[in-house]
């Protein structure tokens, strides 16, 4: 007796459409990468990190910036933000590379996932390492006097262009870590503008502590800038003269690396 077979429409007829959902999609990525902080202990390391650069920045520094009449703590504590920010960026590169290194970056270009659901997974849970760390920066500032001098306000302003800056420099590391493919390579890589930009930059000492030849390097390069309008925020408050150049720079690397993440991350390898 043969048995009857049925046509592909006819198997499938009482199985009921998908309907894939980006958002769904983007949750359940953000989630596996924020279970797995949570797992390996990054979210720990994301909070004893700040505590070791506040201490390593501020205690060496503190008495020979106070017989110039700077208050250390108040003037270190931006560009210890932007450290811990930097903490996220090689995070995030590295966690790039390692899904282009497996083969998983590769596999869910196969499946019905958005095109930028995995970039946006990863930026998101990159932003939840950023909000962890920041969190922790001010707590450790606080410890040591550092204060919001300007009020409520200029402190959210503080905190939103932190994580800001940090969005920003992540989108360049992710598009760094999906095109090298190299987690231990990369992470070399990416330390030595890190040190080169931040030594280099008067969040650390003031302009007039750098030699002559240096010194408009040291003033107009991005860093410093930040460093200086995230100063302004947390004492003062913060102009439009204060930040514009802040926000120049800032705009600049956006229109670089937004799009070169979106393209790094899918392209077809």
């Known amino acids: ?30 989630g596996r990468v ?36 700077i208050d250390y ?43 930028i659901v995995p970039l946006a997974s990863r930026i998101s849970a990159g932003l939840v390492r950023s909000l962890v760390s920041l969190v922790a920066t001010i707590g450790y500032g606080y410890l040591i006097g550092f204060r919001f001098d300007a009020g409520f306000g200029q402190a959210m302003l503080f905190c939103g262009f932190a994580l800001l800056v940090g969005l920003v420099l992540t989108f360049g590391a992710d598009a760094l870590g999906s095109l090298t493919k190299n987690p231990e390579a990369l992470s070399q890589a990416l330390t030595l503008p890190i040190l080169i930009f931040g ?7 003031p302009e007039e502590s750098f030699p002559s030849w240096i010194r408009g390097f040291a003033r107009n390069q991005p860093i410093s800038q930040f460093s200086q309008s995230l100063s302004d925020m947390a004492a003062g408050g913060a102009s439009w003269a204060g ?9 600049g690397l956006t229109i670089f690396f937004l799009p070169l993440a979106v393209w790094a991350s899918v392209r077809r390898s």
Request: proline share 6%; no cysteine; glycine share 6%.
């Open 1 to 30: 007796m043969s048995v009857p077979t049925l046509r592909a429409d006819e198997l499938f007829a009482t199985v009921p459409a998908a309907h894939p959902s980006n958002f769904a999609q983007w949750r359940a990525l953000t």
């Open 199 to 205: 030594m280099l930059s008067t969040g650390f000492v």
């Open 243 to 251: 930040v514009w150049v802040s926000l120049v720079w800032l705009g």
């Open 73 to 115: 703590a108040q003037y270190v504590m931006p560009i210890v933000v932007l450290q811990t920010m930097a903490m996220t960026m090689m995070s995030n590169a590295q966690l790039a590379a390692f899904e282009a290194l497996t083969g998983l970056s590769t596999r869910l270009q196969t499946m019905p996932i958005g095109t």
């Open 34 to 69: 924020v279970w797995t902080m949570v797992t390996k202990g990054e979210l720990i390391v994301a909070l004893i990190f700040p505590l070791v650069v506040t201490l390593g920045f501020y205690l060496p520094l503190r008495y020979v910036m106070k017989f110039q009449g």
